[in-house]
């Protein structure tokens, strides 16, 4: 028997949650194949299509049946999705009726959907997004020169992140368009997601003990995203996040993690997301979503959420 997703006309943020709610209802029974439909998307951003990869590799482990997609009706999602090589990597957690290659046309992305499996997978992310994120973070944005090294040495952060503690393969996608709605300004949108044990699961060793009962899913991600504590013994491990976090925070820009039943951010005073929630619909691993607004003096002039 097959079960429907529905995936909501705009799959950002809160698509995802949407999303991830449908698939722990349609996965509830253990078997059965689930159809993911996407033919009423109108919009999706890079949190939202990489999360329809997580979601998908999900669903796949859970019934051991690989789930199916209708392909989105707009003509502009649908040309958005290739340029994203979306359908390269959904080859590896849907049944597709025919293999795709990799989009030929050219892309504004800063950095198309890609997965990160090595640390050799990490390098090569930072490397291709050198010359885009100098032309973006300089020209687009406004910001000078040094932050050009500091986004990368943030993305090799947070890549490596999901390699370490996720035990899983992950995949990464960074995108810049104007956020209207928002802040009337160009933005860098960085999505990173993982379908691992997850920060409760990788920090359960050497940290619940000392918490107790309260230990859960929020506890780890206050521990790792605030404490800089780490699974692991070495000195200065586990401060990762914490550096992300300080960077994030002099951009002025937003970073929020969900693992589990929970999430933490660093909340800007250009958005009204919670600071910490609990209480989300379950999944597994890590999902990340970071926002590096333009700088202030360089508002952008236009309307709508352009690519």
């Known amino acids: 028997m097959s079960r429907v997703v529905s995936v909501p006309s705009v799959l950002d943020q809160d698509g995802f949650e949407e999303i991830v709610e449908e698939t722990n209802r349609a996965t509830e029974a253990g078997d059965g194949r689930v159809i993911y439909d996407t033919r009423r998307v109108r919009w999706v951003s890079p949190y939202g299509l990489v999360g329809l990869l997580a979601a998908g590799k999900v669903a796949r482990e859970r019934t051991g049946l690989a789930p199916s997609i209708e392909r989105p009706e707009s003509k502009d999602v649908r040309s958005y999705v290739e340029r994203m090589d979306?359908?390269?990597?959904?080859?590896?957690?849907?049944?597709?009726?025919?293999?795709?290659?990799?989009s030929h046309r050219e892309s504004d992305a800063l950095l198309e959907i890609t997965p990160i499996?090595?640390?050799?997978?990490?390098?090569?992310?930072?490397?291709?997004?050198?010359?885009?994120?100098?032309?973006i973070l300089q020209k687009k944005l406004g910001h000078p020169k040094p932050s050009v090294i500091q986004f990368s040495v943030m993305l090799s952060e947070v890549c490596q992140n999901v390699l370490e503690h996720?035990?899983?393969?992950?995949?990464?996608?960074?995108?810049?368009?104007?956020?209207?709605?928002?802040?009337g300004r160009d933005v860098v949108v960085l999505a990173v997601?993982?379908?691992?044990?997850?920060?409760?699961?990788?920090l359960a060793k050497e940290h619940a003990r000392?918490?107790?009962?309260?230990?859960?899913?929020?506890?780890?991600?206050?521990a790792a995203f605030l404490e800089g504590e780490s699974r692991f013994h070495?000195?200065?491990r586990g401060q990762g996040l914490q550096a992300i976090r300080r960077q994030v925070d002099r951009w002025n820009g937003e970073i929020r993690i969900r693992s589990g039943d929970a999430s933490i951010a660093r909340v800007p005073e250009w958005d009204d997301i919670p600071g910490t929630e609990e209480g989300l619909p379950e999944f597994p691993g890590a999902q990340v979503l970071?926002?590096?607004?333009?700088?202030?003096?360089?508002?952008?002039?236009?309307?709508?959420?352009?690519?």
């Open 86 to 102: 979306f359908w390269p990597n959904a080859a590896e957690v849907f049944d597709l009726p025919e293999r795709s290659g990799r």
């Open 234 to 236: 070495d000195p200065g």
């Open 193 to 202: 997601m993982d379908v691992g044990v997850g920060f409760q699961g990788s």
């Open 117 to 135: 499996r090595s640390h050799r997978d990490v390098h090569q992310v930072v490397e291709r997004v050198r010359d885009r994120a100098s032309a």
């Open 166 to 183: 996720a035990q899983a393969d992950g995949w990464v996608c960074a995108q810049t368009y104007y956020w209207k709605e928002r802040l």
């Open 210 to 222: 000392r918490y107790g009962d309260r230990w859960s899913a929020l506890k780890a991600l206050e």
């Open 290 to 307: 970071i926002v590096i607004p333009a700088r202030e003096e360089r508002d952008g002039e236009g309307g709508g959420r352009e690519r």
